[in-house]
């Protein structure tokens, strides 16, 4: 049985080992990204079940993420 995936998007590199320290020892599998296109990038390669996103970044807010995450998942591939 595969591990379910989490995508970590944060821009402290400290947070994002802590969650995969703590989210690995549960027995998820982990992808990060250290910003929001990162994350996108992420997304497309990687497919996660979970994506957990620090609304706190700059250049993109965790807000800002999500609403590029949904708009891209509409548009289809040209």
């Keep these: 049985m595969a591990k379910p995936r989490i995508l970590v998007v944060d821009d402290e590199q400290n ?18 990204a250290a910003d929001g296109e990162e994350g996108l990038a992420r997304l497309q390669e990687w497919s996660p079940d979970l994506v957990l996103a620090d609304v706190r970044m700059p250049a993109w807010t965790g807000c800002r993420f999500s609403a590029r995450r949904r708009r891209a998942a509409r548009t289809p591939p040209s």
């Design 15 to 32: 947070a994002r080992a802590a969650l995969r320290t703590i989210l690995t020892e549960e027995g998820y599998e982990i992808a990060e």
